[in-house]
C-alpha cells in the first residue's frame, strides 16, 4: 500500500501486513482496517506502526500535515491517529481541515491532564483522543472502537454516533462520559467504560462471559491483577446502582451470560 | 524583668518617636527653664542690689545729717527694716573680707555708682562669719551680707543685709504650663505620626499577604519620601520573585511536557518485549513517573483545571480509586453511602482523593474510606493505621515539596505534592480537608465537599 507520492521519510511508513486476524466482537476481518498517524517524531511512529501491525492494521505514517493530506488525497486511510503538536498547522487547525473534506474517524494525540487540549480536539471534529503518554494497548482499545462506531455509522461519522442513551442514562462514547439519569456525571474506569460500551452496542442481547472476557484480554492482557469479567460487572452495576434506577440493568442470564436490559438509541450531535 | 523592660520599650515607629520627641521637649523645657530661672535671679539682684545701695546711702546721709551719739543710733534704728538693718557706731564693724566675692563687689559698685565720691577706705563689705547669723554659710551664695560706710567724721554706719536670697517665685503656673503644652504636642504628634507612618503599616500588610500563588498587588507608592522608596522597592521586588518563580514553573512544566514523548516511546517499546514480566516492571516505572510528571503539572496548576463545574456523583469517583489501589493487591475498603452528588471537576477530585487514599497505603498501609452525607455537604474521611502527623506538622504538610521525614520519603516515593495538589482542588471545590488523630492511632483526613448550592458552615 506504499504509494506513490506520499511522503515516506520513515521506517515507520512500511506497509502494514496483514499478520494476525484481529479478534474483536466482531469477528476476525471486520476491525481491520488502514491507519494513519500523524506525529512529528519518527520513533513514535515506527513503534506504534509496528504495534498496531501486530495487532492487524495496516499503518502508515506522516510528519506533519502536508504529508498527512497528501495521504489522506490518495484515501488509503480508514482512520487517522493525529498528535496535537505539530510543526508547522497545529493537530486542531488539521483536525478542522480534514473534516471540511471528509468524515474519516480522527483519534487525537492530545497532552495528558490538558482538559483544553481534549475539549478544543473534540470540539473540533476529532472522534476521540488519548492522552500522551498512553499506553499501546490504549491506543489499540481506542482505535478499534472508533473504527467500529464509524462503521456502525455506515458511511456517517463516527462522531454522529457518539451519544447513546438507555433507560434515562446517557453515554458520550466520544467523551468517555456517563450520565445518570438526573443528568449526574458518574466516573467509570476505563475498564468500565469499555464493557458499558460493549453492553450499550448489544442492548437487549446477551453476551457471554466468553466473550466479554475476549473483550477484556484484550485490554488487559496479562495484568497479573486483573480481575474477572464478573468483578467488573459487579463493579459497573454498583456504580449505575447509585442512582435508584439503574440497580437492575445489567441482568445475569443463566447458563448464558449478561444483558443490558434496555433499549439504547443512538442521538445525533453532542451530548 | 527583662520582659517587663522589653514591653516598656516602645516598640513602634510612632512610639519611638514620641519618646524621642518627649525627651526633646523635656530636655528642652528644662534647659530654658534653668537659663530663665538664671536669668531671672540676675536681673532680680542687680535691682533689689541698687535699691539697697540707695537705702544704704540715704540712711548713711540721714545718719550724718543728726549729730549727738543717741540721735545717730535712733535714726539709724528707725531707719531699719527686716531686710536693711542699720546701726550707728564710733568704729567700723565689718571686716572686709568678701572684696573677693562677686556679689559683694556687685554691691559695692552699685553703692560707688550712686555715691561716686565713696573712698575705699569708706566702703567695708563682706560677709557675716559662718554660724552667725544661724545661716547655715553657704560657700558661695551667702546670705547675710555686711557693710560698714564711713561718714565724714569718722564714725560709721553698720549695715546687715538680709535680703541677698532672690525671692523665692515657686514656677509651679510655669511648670504647670510647661507640662500642659507637652500634653498637647505629645497628643498632635501621635496622631500625626500615625498618620505620617500609616503606609508603612500598609507595607507591612502587603507584605504579609504577598503569596507567590497569586497575582502580585502593586501597593500604592504614597506617605513620606522614606516609605515611598520603600513601596517601589517592594514592588520591584515582588515582580521579580513572582517573575522568578513563573519562569521556574514555566520550565518544570516544560520539562514535564517534553518527558512525555520518551515515555510514549519507552511504553511502545516495552509492548514489544517478549518478556511478561520485564515489561510488567518496565510499565510499573513508566507509570511512575507519569504520576509524578501529572502531580507536578497539576500542582503548577493550582489545583484549576480548564473543565467546568458540573453535577458529578462523589461516590464513584471515589470507588474507582479505591478500586485501582485493591486491584493493585492493596489493603483498602470503602463504606458509606452510595451516591453523593456535588458540583465538580471529574479529573481535579479524582486526583485529589487518589493522593489522599494514595497516602494513606503509602504511610499506614490500610486506607479506611468512607463516604457520609451531612447537612449541607458530603465528607470523605480517609483513615490510615499509620505513624500520623503531629500537631504542629498539620499545616505545614500542605505546604508544596515538604515531606515530614527525609529518610522515610526516600523509601516511600513521591513529590511532595499530594497534599498541596488535593487541598489546592478541595478548596477550589468550596470544600474543606483537616488532618485529625485516628482514635487508636494513625491519621484520619476528612474531605468536606458542599452539596450543590450550599456553602460549607464553618463553626
Keep these: 500500500m506504499q504509494q506513490p507520492g506520499r511522503p515516506a521519510r520513515t521506517g515507520a511508513d512500511e506497509p502494514g501486513q496483514d499478520v494476525a486476524a484481529d479478534h474483536g466482537l466482531e469477528g476476525p476481518g471486520l476491525d481491520y482496517g488502514r491507519v494513519l498517524i500523524v506525529d512529528d517524531d519518527p520513533e513514535i511512529r515506527l513503534l506504534v506502526a509496528r504495534f498496531l501491525q501486530r495487532h492487524g492494521y495496516q499503518v502508515a505514517g506522516a510528519p506533519d500535515g502536508v504529508a498527512m493530506m497528501a495521504a489522506l488525497a490518495h484515501g488509503d486511510a480508514d482512520l487517522v491517529i493525529l498528535d496535537l503538536m505539530l510543526p508547522g498547522r497545529s493537530g486542531f487547525d488539521l483536525c478542522r481541515d ?70 434515562g442514562w446517557v453515554m458520550d462514547l466520544r467523551r468517555r462520559e456517563l450520565f445518570s439519569p438526573p443528568g449526574v456525571l458518574i466516573d467509570l474506569s476505563t475498564g468500565e467504560f469499555d464493557l458499558l460500551a460493549v453492553f450499550v452496542e448489544h442492548a437487549n442481547r446477551v453476551l457471554s462471559r466468553e466473550a466479554l472476557m475476549q473483550f477484556a484480554k484484550t485490554r488487559t492482557s496479562d495484568d497479573p491483577f486483573d480481575r474477572t469479567i464478573d468483578v467488573q460487572i459487579s463493579r459497573l452495576r454498583r456504580k449505575l446502582g447509585a442512582d435508584a434506577s439503574g440497580g437492575q440493568l445489567i441482568k445475569t442470564v443463566r447458563g448464558a451470560g449478561y444483558m443490558l436490559a434496555a433499549e439504547a438509541r443512538r442521538q445525533h450531535g453532542e451530548a | 524583668m527583662k520582659a517587663m523592660l522589653r514591653r516598656l520599650w516602645p516598640d513602634t515607629v510612632a512610639s519611638r518617636a514620641i519618646l524621642i520627641l518627649i525627651a526633646a521637649l523635656l530636655g528642652f523645657h528644662a534647659l530654658g527653664y534653668w537659663a530663665w530661672r538664671v536669668g531671672a535671679d540676675t536681673l532680680a539682684a542687680s535691682a533689689s542690689d541698687r535699691a539697697l545701695a540707695a537705702r544704704m546711702l540715704s540712711i548713711s546721709r540721714a545718719v550724718a545729717g543728726v549729730s549727738g551719739d543717741a540721735e545717730r543710733s535712733r535714726v539709724a534704728h528707725d531707719l531699719s527694716d527686716a531686710s536693711l538693718e542699720a546701726h550707728w557706731s564710733r568704729v567700723g564693724l565689718t571686716l572686709d573680707n568678701g572684696t573677693d566675692d562677686e556679689r559683694a563687689g556687685m554691691m559695692a559698685a552699685r553703692l560707688r555708682e550712686q555715691a561716686p565720691g565713696l573712698g575705699a577706705e569708706a566702703l567695708r ?25 564711713r561718714l565724714d567724721d569718722g564714725s560709721w554706719v553698720n549695715f546687715s543685709i538680709s535680703t541677698l536670697e532672690p525671692g523665692s517665685y515657686e514656677g509651679w503656673g510655669a511648670f504647670a504650663m510647661m507640662i500642659c503644652v507637652g500634653v498637647a504636642i505629645i497628643g498632635v504628634a501621635v496622631l500625626l505620626l500615625r498618620w505620617a507612618t500609616w503606609p508603612l503599616r500598609e507595607l507591612a500588610l502587603a507584605a504579609e499577604r504577598f503569596s507567590i500563588d497569586q497575582a502580585p498587588q502593586p501597593l ?16 520591584t521586588m515582588q515582580e521579580r520573585i513572582q517573575r522568578l518563580v513563573t519562569e521556574r514553573m514555566q520550565a518544570m512544566a516544560a520539562v514535564s511536557h517534553d518527558l512525555r514523548t520518551p515515555i510514549t516511546r519507552l511504553r511502545l517499546r516495552a509492548e514489544l518485549l517478549e518478556d511478561a514480566a520485564t515489561r510488567r516492571l518496565v510499565d510499573a516505572d513508566l507509570g511512575e513517573m507519569e504520576t509524578m510528571i501529572d502531580s507536578t503539572l497539576a500542582y503548577l496548576r493550582g489545583g484549576k483545571s480548564d473543565e467546568r463545574m458540573r453535577p458529578l456523583d462523589l461516590a464513584p469517583v471515589v470507588e474507582t480509586i479505591v478500586d485501582e489501589f485493591q486491584d493493585q493487591g492493596r489493603d483498602v475498603s470503602l463504606s458509606g453511602v452510595g451516591s453523593a452528588p456535588v458540583l465538580g471537576q471529574a479529573p481535579s477530585l479524582k486526583r485529589a482523593f487518589s493522593n489522599l487514599i494514595g497516602n494513606a497505603l503509602k504511610y499506614g498501609d490500610v486506607a479506611r474510606v468512607s463516604v457520609a452525607a451531612a447537612a449541607g455537604h458530603f465528607t470523605v474521611t480517609v483513615e490510615d493505621q499509620g505513624p500520623g502527623i503531629p500537631a504542629e506538622a498539620r499545616q505545614r504538610v500542605f505546604e508544596p515539596f515538604v515531606r515530614l521525614e527525609e529518610s522515610r ?18 478548596v477550589a471545590h468550596g470544600g474543606e480537608i483537616s488532618l485529625e488523630d485516628r482514635p487508636g492511632g ?17 463553626g
Excluded: C
Design chain 2, 125 to 149: 563689705i563682706g560677709f557675716a562669719a559662718a554660724g552667725t547669723h544661724n545661716h547655715g554659710g553657704g560657700a558661695v551664695w551667702r546670705h547675710m551680707m555686711l557693710a560698714s560706710l
Design chain 2, 220 to 235: 500604592a507608592e504614597t506617605g513620606p519620601v522614606e516609605v515611598r522608596r520603600a513601596a517601589r522597592a517592594f514592588n
Design chain 2, 409 to 426: 520519603s526516600r523509601e516511600t516515593g513521591g513529590s511532595g505534592l499530594g497534599l498541596t495538589i488535593a487541598r489546592a482542588v478541595i
Design chain 1, 98 to 167: 480534514v473534516r471540511a473534506a471528509s468524515q474519516i474517524p480522527i483519534v487525537m494525540l492530545t497532552a495528558r491532564g490538558d482538559e483544553a487540549d481534549r475539549i478544543r480536539g473534540l470540539e473540533g471534529g476529532a472522534d476521540d483522543y488519548i492522552a500522551k503518554p498512553f499506553s499501546p494497548r490504549e491506543l489499540l482499545a481506542r482505535v478499534r472502537a472508533v473504527l467500529r462506531r464509524a462503521r456502525a455509522a455506515s458511511g456517517g461519522r463516527a462522531a454522529d454516533n457518539a451519544v447513546v442513551t438507555f433507560d
Design chain 2, 442 to 458: 494513625g491519621l484520619r483526613v476528612v474531605v468536606s465537599i458542599p452539596k450543590p448550592g450550599e456553602e460549607i458552615r464553618t
